[in-house]
Nanobody, 123 residues
Framework: QVQLVESGGGLVQPGGSLGLSCAAS????????IGWFRQAPGKEREGVSC???????HYADSVKGRFTISRDNSKNTVYLQMNSLKPEDTAVYYC?????????????????WGQGTQVTVSS
């Protein structure tokens, strides 16, 4: 069964850090571009970052310099390290997998999605 499972969300104070993980089962992550998305209440889903099988990366302007995406193919897992968190980073964070030559892939190219993990930045 193909599955993506996010973990690592939680409550953190502004300026703090959190690390998210996206673990895959049922398929091999290193064949895919893996993206992180987020959706805040009342807002549209937005792309945060993605990483290709050759470690090419892309970041949304809103997170550049604060977030770092990485992958460990031996663990079939992609990570998102989030530093200097702001209240506006509060959202449900999702990972997704796309078999694409584009970085970032087109939205419709994402075949698999996780269930999401809540990140809340608040004092």
């Amino acid at each position: 069964q193909v599955q993506l499972v996010e973990s690592g969300g939680g409550l953190v104070q502004p300026g703090g850090s959190l690390g998210l993980s996206c673990a895959a089962s049922g398929f091999t992550l290193d064949d895919y571009v893996i993206g992180w998305f987020r959706q805040a209440p009342g807002k549209e889903r937005e792309g945060v970052s993605c990483i290709s099988s050759t470690d090419s990366t892309h970041y949304a302007d809103s997170v550049k310099g604060r977030f770092t995406i990485s992958r460990d193919n031996s663990k079939n897992t992609v990570y998102l390290q989030m530093n200097s968190l702001k209240p506006e980073d509060t959202a449900v964070y999702y990972c997704a997998a796309a078999k694409s030559n584009l970085v970032p892939p087109l939205l419709y190219e994402y075949d698999y999605w996780g269930q999401g993990t809540q990140v809340t930045v608040s004092s």
